[in-house]
């Protein structure tokens, strides 16, 4: 996405697996006071846009909210409508989906409908370092059709059940940074979205990996789809701040 200013790990029609600004060019995250309906997120992310001088098409990457798991058939749903205001913005193309994106479902302060939590986006910058933001990921493979098929240790929430979904997290979320030349040293936030206790496994799963530099943002979270139990995202952004909502 160059018009953008930043490049993009392809993925699935509802997102990107992470994106990277081009040189002369940074990404900054805007967190939101409150979560906002999508339509109203939207209409808020153009303007703050516009006021910093920059196209719709910066918008890089984001952070949803959700009042719970969805179908395999009500996710699809979903993404077609989300993917619609992608396409009014000329940043998709096509099946093509530049935009990075972690879509989770909180257990407390739920939200009424699907909202932005944070968004992601390039501004100008030549003398600036390189920057990043993967995209968060479950225990299961993308673009297999669907995931009740895929998902590691499916129904399972032992121990050793948890540690395996994570191994297979981590190691996509290694996989990911590998595109941009990029590892745990790199980041500098690291998120996790789980309802089930995975403390058993930190030191040896996160800690002998690197994953724990800066520490890590636990949100008692699930993932978007039905019996995914184990998401994680993370980013090398040098400038966040939270956005009045």
């Not at 952070?63 to 077609?80: D, T, V, W």
């Not at 003398?127 to 669907?146: C, Q, R, T």
């Not at 500098?188 to 996160?206: G, K, L, N, S, W």
Request: hydrophobic share 40%; glycine share 8%.
């Amino acid at each position: 996405m160059e018009s953008g200013g930043y490049r993009y790990i392809p993925g699935v029609k509802q997102y990107s697996a992470g994106v990277a600004a081009l040189p002369g060019y940074r990404i900054e995250r805007a967190r939101f006071s409150r979560p906002v309906p999508i339509k109203d997120g939207f209409d808020l992310i153009g303007k703050h846009l516009e006021s910093i001088g920059r196209p719709l098409t910066a918008f890089c990457a984001c952070e949803l909210r959700s009042p719970g798991q969805f179908s395999e058939e009500g996710f699809i749903a979903f993404n077609e409508a989300y993917t619609s205001r992608l396409r009014e913005w000329q940043i998709m193309s096509g099946d093509d989906n530049p935009v990075g994106r972690a879509n989770v479902c909180p257990e407390f302060d739920v939200p009424a409908e699907p909202s932005f939590y944070a968004f992601a986006y390039t501004v100008e910058d030549k003398d600036a370092a390189p920057s990043f933001v993967i995209a968060g990921s479950g225990e299961a493979p993308e673009g297999k059709g669907n995931y009740q098929d895929h998902i590691v240790r499916l129904g399972e929430l032992s121990t050793d059940a948890m540690r395996e979904k994570a191994q297979f997290v981590l190691d996509e979320m290694e996989r990911r940074m590998a595109h941009f030349d990029a590892g745990w040293a790199d980041t500098t936030a690291v998120q996790v979205y789980c309802v089930h206790d995975f403390h058993p496994f930190i030191r040896e799963e996160m800690g002998a990996r690197g994953v724990l530099r800066s520490g890590i943002t636990w949100y008692f979270n699930r993932p978007p789809v039905m019996n995914l139990e184990f998401e994680m995202d993370c980013r090398r952004v040098t400038r966040e701040f939270v956005l009045e909502a």
